[in-house]
Structure formats: C-alpha cells, structure tokens
C-alpha cells in the first residue's frame, strides 16, 4: 500500500543503518561534521547509482530540484557540489569499504540455499575482471597504455545468486593472474578461471589448500594423457582425460594429474578444453 513515502525512502529501508553506524565510529568519519554526515553522503552516492548520474553537479541540480521532498528521502543536511566533493576527498574509504563487505555478507546469506544448475554441494566461485578507461591527467596511477589511463575491478563471483564475495580495485597495467596471490582460498570451494589467469604454479597452491579450480587450457598446452574415460556426446563432451603435464614451464609447477576436458558448443560452434584437479563432479 502506498503511505506517500518515495521509492527511493521505500529502498533506503533495506539498508542496516545500525552496522553503517558502527563502520562510521570504527573510522571516525563524522568527526567535526556539523550538518552534512556519512549518511547523507551515502544516500548521495546511492542516488547517484540508481538514477544513473554522471557528475557532482548532476547530482546536485536532481536533488535540489526536489528541495521540499530531502527531509522524506532521508536527507538531514543540505546538499551542495562543494560539500559533497569534499567529502569524497577527505572522508575515510574504508567506511564504505567495511559497509560494502556487510552487505555482500547478508546477501550472500540470502541466496545460501538457492539451487544451482550443476548439482553441487561445494561453493563455486568465479573471478574475472573488467577494466574502466580513466582520464590520464586525473588518475596518472592507473597508467595503461601510453596514452591511457585505467582501473580494473577484479570480482570473485559467489555464482549461487552472483553475488560479489570480494572485489579487488587495481591500476590498469596490473594484470589479473597477479590476484591469484590476494584471493583467500577456502577449503572444498570450486574456484572457474579465465584463460588468461592460467598460471599452474598458483593452481597447485589451490591444491595445496584443498580447494578446487577450473579453467580454460591454452591450444599449445604439453601433456601426456594417462587415462580416458567414457563420455556421452549427447551432451557435448568429447573427451574425459586424466593428463600430466609435460611442458618445460609447466610441468614443474604442477607435478600431480589434471583432469582434461573438451566440449563442443553447437549453438556457438566453439570448441572449449578445460583443466580441473577435480575428479568427482560430472565432466
């Protein structure tokens, strides 16, 4: 039923303020603040987010065009380009750093139970990333290219409910087989790599820590096929294997056997070869 209150207001009340609050003490971030708070700065940032606004001055011409109706979005101090540019500038990060890890925590709590299409006790996870094109003027740190400056935000999926578990913020030039080394690898988890994060020596740590990955295998992969298991075409896989790596730069890195792989995808007319160290869910 309608009571008059905005849908912005309607969406602000699924967000805990009690845990933002103790983010906010934990780094004093409302310290000599008098009227515009870490609340308000946050309702800011969300305004933004939703409405798709593409400046400090947008955001602040949308909401003072509705001046009467601030107290009922949840606003408690004036909003100005100037104060808000400011607190972006000097308010601790790591507020919003501590408060985004709360709710990733109660979503991921959300979706815990929700069925997967592989049947799969294991959490599964995925990690990519995506890059941002930044001016290079404003952000020299995030050099990419020579002329160009970038970010790149590298998420670990939780695929039950696509819920972002983590998410690393790194320059441009960073490549993303160098994450592999921040991601806290968790015991019986099923972990899907891109190609381009192939890295065998960080994959044995995987296996090292009980853990289980998958990923795509280069076309001039060395191996020895050890063993072939029997496979219904049916459904796309060509080939079971069980290999050993046999490469100069490979085989050391990782010793033990691998699972291999290969599929054929009709629709795309793609063929895809995947390496795993897991043996027991269906290939």
């Known amino acids: 039923m309608n009571l008059g209150r905005t849908v912005f207001a309607q969406l602000m009340e699924f967000i805990p303020t009690y845990p933002f609050q103790l983010c906010v003490n934990r780094y004093p971030g409302n310290r000599y603040v008098k009227d ?23 955001i602040e011409a949308c909401l003072r065009a509705q001046q009467l109706q601030l107290y009922h979005l949840g606003f408690r ?16 990060w790591r507020i919003y750093r501590d408060f985004a890890q709360e709710l990733i925590r109660i979503a991921r709590d959300l979706y815990r139970d929700e069925s997967f299409r592989v049947k799969l006790s294991e959490t599964v996870y995925a990690f990519d990333s995506t890059t941002m094109d930044l001016c290079l003027s404003l952000f020299p740190w995030g050099g ?21 578990a983590n998410v690393y913020v790194t320059g441009g030039q960073v490549h993303d087989v160098n994450l592999l080394d921040e991601l806290f690898l968790e015991a019986g988890a099923l972990y899907v790599f891109d190609r381009g994060d192939g890295d ?24 020895y096929r050890r063993l072939s298991r029997p496979v219904e075409r049916s459904t796309g896989v060509r080939c079971d294997q069980t290999i050993l790596l046999t490469g100069i730069r490979t085989a ?13 995808d009709a629709e795309k007319d793609s063929r895809l070869t995947f390496l795993s160290n897991n043996f027991s869910c269906p290939p």
């Open 200 to 223: 065998f020596a960080r994959f044995y740590l995987s296996k090292q820590a009980c853990a289980s990955f998958i990923a795509r295998a280069k076309k001039n992969l060395q191996f």
């Open 252 to 264: 050391p890195h990782y010793p033990e056997a691998l699972r291999r792989s290969h599929s054929f």
């Open 77 to 92: 101090g004036q909003v100005s380009r100037n104060t808000l540019a400011h607190a972006n500038e000097v308010r601790d």
């Open 36 to 58: 515009f708070s870490c609340w308000d700065q946050f309702l800011c940032l969300m305004f933004a987010q939703l409405t798709y606004r593409r400046s400090l001055r947008d």
């Open 144 to 164: 990419f290219r020579r002329h160009q400056s970038a970010v790149k935000l590298h998420p670990l999926l939780d695929l039950r409910g696509s819920i972002p």
